[in-house]
């Protein structure tokens, strides 16, 4: 198992996200937010298991099921939502959106709503670390789904190729939107296909977000020692609809609550560390609160955010004159 | 001293990479095979495989690298053999590289340099000779070159490499054997179009490798004793609307060749911002000598009768004026054809 500290910790932060995506969905509903949504409720132990793992100074790629990552990473929850919000104060400045969350500080590249074209942005950025000589790695989030695209194999092959300290984190949640992934891929076994390119990978259980955690860190620890690439499969499951605007006539009631009565990240956890007598009923209770009073807050920010005047509406196309980059 | 529009691209991208460590240049048989234009000749020698980096053929995916590259600090050169492969890389360049800065909100931009090979008259046929740097010119976030000379072909390279964001070039295939005479080649503008030639009867607009031709025109033209300017865009995103209405305030005349189609083409575009801008300083509807619609032929005659030509330029100045009009605009003692 792991120690007391940890355990409350990553208890803290899945219940964090967990409670974070149910008010989006709510806000959503409320017409507060709009655009697509894409929430990443039952996929908690996944980024929670795995952010933790980079340093400061590693780079992160995320997709647009991203808002988990960016909360990982360390951006504030006040500032995610407020950009969902449509607000000048989101960490985006209003512009993005759910699906573009960034923030230069901390090294997050998005926010990216292109299936796999966060690949080759991270294979690019690891290349200039290895032209710099710099020792970083830089993450990269994606589903199966985008296995299929052409800038998956393209850029795995460079990444081998080229010995470009990249982590491809694969979270498999086994429908790429609504099409099962044995009605998309030929090839299931994921590990497969990045062996095929002779990356290194392996597989992780993507529900326990002990076993996330450890698997991260074999990977990181193989890219600091080794420099090249490495892929890692999080096997997990969504237990929402792919957006707020999908029916989900894909896929049986049945097998969504199997998983959720059965593989619920953070049930399992929370269960297991009390058997463990890491934590108490009382701690479990502490930490949900004080997770609704960090949505609560996100909320009360974003909803007395500000709306950009459309004065500036033409504003960060191009870099003004003068400015540095 | 005599240099040619290749050289004076692989200079550019020599000197810069002599002065500063963080540019690169990446792509199809860059290195050993010395690029397929022959740009990059010579350059492995200096400058070594992490610094002149042969890719697979993966235009998505090193377009792609190259964008990360630049956000990770590099300045990337990325070579592009044509503007026809880079169709395969337009989701990096239209959705990643020219959207980055504005979906942060500034946070991030892409000093990304992306060079390809574009236009027709090589009997390259239709999937090695189109022109489509107006679909790069389309979208906000990025600025579109296209040199015309072997000072700019060096000069806009130069400077494009202090841009912040990202930038396309569109060299055409039938300038880089074109040579000319420079004391010194250095870094020019990448914001103003530029008049190759002055005149007071007619101007014509063009861009690339249809430069050339319009001054050939305009040659013809002004032996027959009709004066003509000739603006070279240079720039193609964003369009300076200055230099164009200027000279059509003294002209009142306009032909605009563009070696795309005519739908949907760059000549369109400047032709409504003519009508928008100057419509009443023309004596005449705006002329364009396009691209015939269809995909370029093989056939050497097909391919120069699909693309505009020194001779079609000629006539359609003639047609601006009418009959009489024609008779005044020549001026007496020019001669004549």
Same mark, same amino acid.
């Given at each position: 198992m792991t120690d007391a500290a940890t355990a409350r910790t990553l208890l803290t932060d899945m219940i964090r996200v967990r409670r974070m995506e149910e008010k989006c969905a709510e806000m959503y509903s409320a017409g507060k937010i709009r655009g697509f949504l894409h929430l990443y409720v039952g996929e908690e132990a996944v980024a929670v298991g795995s952010l933790?793992?980079?340093?400061?100074?590693d780079a992160v790629v995320a997709t647009y099921r991203e808002h988990a990552h960016a909360l990982l990473r360390g951006i504030p929850m006040t500032k995610i939502m407020a950009e969902m919000f449509g607000k000048q104060e989101g960490c985006s400045g209003g512009r993005g959106g759910s699906m573009h969350l960034f923030d230069a500080g901390r090294r997050f590249y998005g926010g990216n709503a292109? *299936?796999? @074209?966060g690949l080759p942005m991270a294979a690019g950025l690891a290349f200039a670390d290895k032209q710099l000589g710099r020792k970083r790695i830089s993450a990269c989030y994606f589903g199966? #789904?985008?296995? @299929?695209? #052409?800038a998956f194999h393209e850029t795995m092959n460079m990444a081998q190729l080229w010995q470009l300290p990249v982590l491809f984190c694969c979270e498999?949640?086994?429908?790429a939107m609504g099409t099962a992934i044995e009605r998309e891929l030929?090839? *299931?076994?994921l590990v497969a296909k990045a062996l095929a390119y002779r990356v290194p990978a392996a597989s992780a259980d993507g529900m326990d977000v002990l076993a996330s955690r450890a698997a991260m860190h074999t990977a990181v620890e193989h890219i600091r020692t080794a420099g090249g690439p490495y892929f890692l499969e999080f096997r997990t499951y969504r237990f929402?609809?792919?957006?707020?605007?999908?029916?989900?006539?894909?896929?049986?009631k049945a097998e969504v609550t199997e998983w959720r009565d059965e593989h619920d990240p953070i049930q399992t956890f929370a269960q297991q560390c009390q058997a463990d007598g890491l934590l108490n009923a009382d701690d479990i209770a502490a930490i949900e609160a004080a997770a609704a009073a960090e949505v609560a807050d996100a909320v009360a920010y974003a909803d007395a955010g500000t709306l950009e005047s459309?004065?500036?509406?033409?504003?960060? *196309?191009m870099t003004p004159a003068g400015a540095s980059s | 001293m005599t240099t040619t529009y290749r050289n004076a691209v692989h200079d550019a991208i020599a000197d810069a990479m002599r002065a500063d460590d963080r540019v690169v240049l990446l792509g199809e048989d860059v290195g050993r095979y010395g690029g397929?234009? &022959? %740009?990059?000749?010579?350059m492995l020698a200096e400058f070594g495989a992490d610094r002149i980096r042969d890719t697979p053929i993966s235009e998505l995916g090193f377009v792609g690298i190259g964008i990360g590259a630049a956000l990770g600090g590099l300045r990337p050169i990325v070579e592009v053999m044509t503007v026809n492969f880079s169709l395969l890389a337009l989701d990096q360049i239209v959705n990643t590289a020219a959207a980055l800065r504005h979906m942060s909100s500034g946070q991030f931009s892409v000093p990304v340099v992306v060079r390809m090979a574009t236009g027709a008259g090589?009997?390259? &046929? &239709?999937q090695h000779s189109h022109s489509l740097e107006n679909w790069y010119a389309h979208i906000p976030g990025i600025t579109v070159l296209a040199p015309s000379t072997v000072a700019d072909a060096y000069g806009m390279l130069r400077t494009a490499l202090s841009s912040p964001d990202p930038v396309i070039i569109a060299e055409h %295939?039938?300038?880089?054997?074109l040579s000319a005479d420079l004391e010194e080649l250095q870094p020019t503008d990448i914001s103003r179009a530029a008049l190759r030639r002055n005149g007071t009867d007619a101007t014509i607009i063009a861009y690339g490798g249809c430069v050339p031709k319009a001054l050939d025109a305009a040659e013809q033209l002004a032996q027959a004793g009709v004066d003509c300017d000739v603006i070279?865009?240079? =720039?193609?995103?964003?369009?300076?609307d200055a230099t164009i209405m200027e000279s059509v305030a003294r002209t009142h005349r306009v032909v605009v060749v563009d070696e795309?189609?005519?739908?949907?083409?760059l000549a369109g575009e400047i032709s409504a911002r003519i009508v928008e801008q100057?419509?009443?300083?023309?004596d005449a509807p705006i002329a364009r000598v396009c691209t015939a619609? =269809?995909?370029?032929?093989?056939?050497k005659h097909l391919e120069e009768a699909a693309l505009p030509q020194p001779d079609k330029i000629v006539a359609a100045v003639r047609g601006l004026f009418g009959q009489d009009r024609w008779a005044g605009a020549q001026r007496p003692g020019t001669g004549g054809r």
């Amino acid at each position: 198992m792991t120690d007391a500290a940890t355990a409350r910790t990553l208890l803290t932060d899945m219940i964090r996200v967990r409670r974070m995506e149910e008010k989006c969905a709510e806000m959503y509903s409320a017409g507060k937010i709009r655009g697509f949504l894409h929430l990443y409720v039952g996929e908690e132990a996944v980024a929670v298991g795995s952010l933790p793992m980079l340093g400061s100074d590693d780079a992160v790629v995320a997709t647009y099921r991203e808002h988990a990552h960016a909360l990982l990473r360390g951006i504030p929850m006040t500032k995610i939502m407020a950009e969902m919000f449509g607000k000048q104060e989101g960490c985006s400045g209003g512009r993005g959106g759910s699906m573009h969350l960034f923030d230069a500080g901390r090294r997050f590249y998005g926010g990216n709503a292109i *299936v796999a @074209a966060g690949l080759p942005m991270a294979a690019g950025l690891a290349f200039a670390d290895k032209q710099l000589g710099r020792k970083r790695i830089s993450a990269c989030y994606f589903g199966e #789904g985008a296995t @299929a695209e #052409g800038a998956f194999h393209e850029t795995m092959n460079m990444a081998q190729l080229w010995q470009l300290p990249v982590l491809f984190c694969c979270e498999n949640n086994r429908y790429a939107m609504g099409t099962a992934i044995e009605r998309e891929l030929s090839q *299931v076994d994921l590990v497969a296909k990045a062996l095929a390119y002779r990356v290194p990978a392996a597989s992780a259980d993507g529900m326990d977000v002990l076993a996330s955690r450890a698997a991260m860190h074999t990977a990181v620890e193989h890219i600091r020692t080794a420099g090249g690439p490495y892929f890692l499969e999080f096997r997990t499951y969504r237990f929402r609809p792919h957006s707020m605007f999908d029916p989900e006539l894909y896929r049986d009631k049945a097998e969504v609550t199997e998983w959720r009565d059965e593989h619920d990240p953070i049930q399992t956890f929370a269960q297991q560390c009390q058997a463990d007598g890491l934590l108490n009923a009382d701690d479990i209770a502490a930490i949900e609160a004080a997770a609704a009073a960090e949505v609560a807050d996100a909320v009360a920010y974003a909803d007395a955010g500000t709306l950009e005047s459309i004065d500036t509406l033409t504003r960060d *196309v191009m870099t003004p004159a003068g400015a540095s980059s | 001293m005599t240099t040619t529009y290749r050289n004076a691209v692989h200079d550019a991208i020599a000197d810069a990479m002599r002065a500063d460590d963080r540019v690169v240049l990446l792509g199809e048989d860059v290195g050993r095979y010395g690029g397929t234009y &022959a %740009v990059s000749k010579g350059m492995l020698a200096e400058f070594g495989a992490d610094r002149i980096r042969d890719t697979p053929i993966s235009e998505l995916g090193f377009v792609g690298i190259g964008i990360g590259a630049a956000l990770g600090g590099l300045r990337p050169i990325v070579e592009v053999m044509t503007v026809n492969f880079s169709l395969l890389a337009l989701d990096q360049i239209v959705n990643t590289a020219a959207a980055l800065r504005h979906m942060s909100s500034g946070q991030f931009s892409v000093p990304v340099v992306v060079r390809m090979a574009t236009g027709a008259g090589r009997q390259l &046929a &239709a999937q090695h000779s189109h022109s489509l740097e107006n679909w790069y010119a389309h979208i906000p976030g990025i600025t579109v070159l296209a040199p015309s000379t072997v000072a700019d072909a060096y000069g806009m390279l130069r400077t494009a490499l202090s841009s912040p964001d990202p930038v396309i070039i569109a060299e055409h %295939v039938g300038l880089y054997n074109l040579s000319a005479d420079l004391e010194e080649l250095q870094p020019t503008d990448i914001s103003r179009a530029a008049l190759r030639r002055n005149g007071t009867d007619a101007t014509i607009i063009a861009y690339g490798g249809c430069v050339p031709k319009a001054l050939d025109a305009a040659e013809q033209l002004a032996q027959a004793g009709v004066d003509c300017d000739v603006i070279d865009l240079r =720039v193609l995103r964003p369009l300076d609307d200055a230099t164009i209405m200027e000279s059509v305030a003294r002209t009142h005349r306009v032909v605009v060749v563009d070696e795309a189609w005519h739908t949907g083409s760059l000549a369109g575009e400047i032709s409504a911002r003519i009508v928008e801008q100057a419509f009443y300083e023309l004596d005449a509807p705006i002329a364009r000598v396009c691209t015939a619609e =269809v995909p370029i032929p093989y056939a050497k005659h097909l391919e120069e009768a699909a693309l505009p030509q020194p001779d079609k330029i000629v006539a359609a100045v003639r047609g601006l004026f009418g009959q009489d009009r024609w008779a005044g605009a020549q001026r007496p003692g020019t001669g004549g054809r």
